[in-house]
């Protein structure tokens, strides 16, 4: 079975500060994992994928993740935090031949003005 | 944008009545999902379907059936509509040899 984590389900950063959202994953094969972000009352979006290529990744709206098989994660970063960032974040994992994703809880993420 | 609209969008039943929610696709993707969003549990996974007629149960499908009968078309029916299925009713679609999903709007159901 694969799952994921995602540490602080409430995030809060300063406008221009710096954005970690974290994930954690357990897979007994080679995971693929996905950042997904939802505004209020919209479906999701996907902001990265990782599937086995460049370990960093980067994604729209200038968020970047990092995938490390020696501590299970894919954190989500962005150098500089825009009022416009203030969603809920979910980070996903699947793997090859598994066409369901498994959902984190998700992070909501508030940018203090 | 991926064409996946839902309806509709907002319903308000009562329960032990029926609800039967749509999700329509104009992408002629050969998955789709439908999940349910609940504060504090994420998305789950209902049912899902990898082509016409074939669907298969997701962690939480108790209570919902699911059809598909053409590409374009997956609904999801609550035969007897509980207070425990109020939630927001995400329909998703995807393509091999991508395992990403594409959302739709959401349908949000209050059952009183």
């Known amino acids: 079975a694969q799952s994921v984590t995602q540490l602080g389900s409430h995030v809060s950063v300063s406008e221009g500060a710096l954005v970690l959202l974290r994930c954690n994953y357990s897979s007994s094969v080679p995971p693929y994992l996905f950042w997904y972000v939802q505004y209020p009352n919209q479906g999701l979006q996907l902001l990265l994928k990782?599937?086995?290529?460049?370990?960093l990744v980067k994604g729209i709206n200038g968020f970047e993740a990092e995938f490390k098989k020696s501590e299970t994660s894919f954190h989500l970063t962005k150098p500089s935090a825009h009022m416009s960032d203030a969603a809920e974040y979910f980070c996903?994992?699947?793997?090859?031949?598994?066409?369901?994703?498994?959902f984190g809880t998700g992070t909501r993420l508030t940018i203090i003005p | 944008d991926a064409g996946i609209t839902q309806s509709p969008r907002h319903k308000v039943t009562e329960t032990g009545t029926p609800v039967t929610l749509r999700c329509h696709q104009t992408e002629n993707h050969r998955y789709m999902y439908w999940y349910r969003q609940d504060p504090g549990h994420g998305l789950r996974l209902i049912h899902y379907?990898?082509?016409?007629?074939?669907?298969d149960k997701g962690e939480v499908s108790d209570g919902y059936s699911v059809s598909r009968s053409k590409t374009e078309d997956f609904l999801l029916t609550l035969e007897s509509a509980t207070s425990s299925q109020t939630s927001v009713y995400f329909c998703a679609i995807s393509a091999p040899p991508s395992y990403e999903q594409y959302f739709g709007p959401g349908t949000r159901l209050t059952v009183t």
């Open positions: 990782y599937t086995s290529a460049a370990t």
């Open positions: 996903a994992v699947t793997s090859f031949g598994n066409e369901k994703l498994t």
């Open positions: 379907s990898y082509g016409v007629k074939d669907t």
